[in-house]
């Protein structure tokens, strides 16, 4: 015996479909923004596209854009699809589909790729990090081999040392803090992923390296 209404019964036994909707793609709001160019950089964009069986095969027959300033040049991989347009004051990047899903995702991370590269060569970027926990120190020293190292003693039982990667400069003002400066702005955050590792802040005692602004919510001991 039945509880369900006929008309309850019916429903729950029509196949269920999909909606979808019909307008079209929208534009990259990122992508289509205009890149502002300080008189300082200077764009080199040759036509020679990547080829040969020593290239990833999603990086075969991209082109490579090279962003140049006062603190260095950075250089960043462009799709067959996506094309540059500027003038002396400004850049603009369009794809050749916005209604392919793909290109539309290469549009905005494409032109931000590119405006990272003209802050970096320009401005440059610099990222905090601070050591919070008794004892615990940072140094640079050289590595014996020509190098940079950054020496941690974070509460292990031996020092971690950690080798500076080329492009990157690291100093350290005070021995609970460090400073990371470059012209790259993911090679700045992904090595300030690799230092933090060393020692993730836990919400307990609140020790750890922290990360720019970072902070995390403090939990109470539980006792037994």
Known sequence: MSFLPSTSRAALRAPLTRSFSSSPASASQI????????SSVTL????????????PAGHRNNTILTVSGPLGAQTIPIKPFVQLAHTSDELR??????A????????????????????????GYRLPLRLVGVGYR???????????RIN??????????????????VETPLPTRIVLSGVDKAAIGGFAAKIRAERKPEPYNGKGIF???????????RKK
């Not at 080199?44 to 290239?55: A, E, F, M, R, Y």
């Not at 974070?154 to 400069?169: D, F, R």
């Not at 990360?211 to 001991?221: A, F, Q």
Request: net charge positive; proline share 7%.
């Open 93 to 98: 990047v369009t794809i050749a589909d916005a």
């Open 31 to 38: 992508g289509r923004a205009a890149i502002a160019l300080p």
């Open 152 to 169: 941690l003693k974070v509460g292990k039982s031996h020092p971690v040392l950690i080798a500076i990667p080329e492009g990157i400069k």
């Open 138 to 148: 940072a140094a640079v020293e050289d590595d014996g081999a020509g190098g940079k």
């Open 100 to 123: 392919v899903k793909a290109q539309r995702a290469m549009w905005g991370l494409t032109r931000a790729l590119i405006a990272n590269a003209v802050v970096g060569v320009t401005e």
């Open 211 to 221: 990360v720019g602004d970072e902070t995390i919510k403090r939990k109470d001991v």
């Open 44 to 55: 080199s964009h040759p036509p020679t596209t990547l080829s040969g069986p020593s290239i």
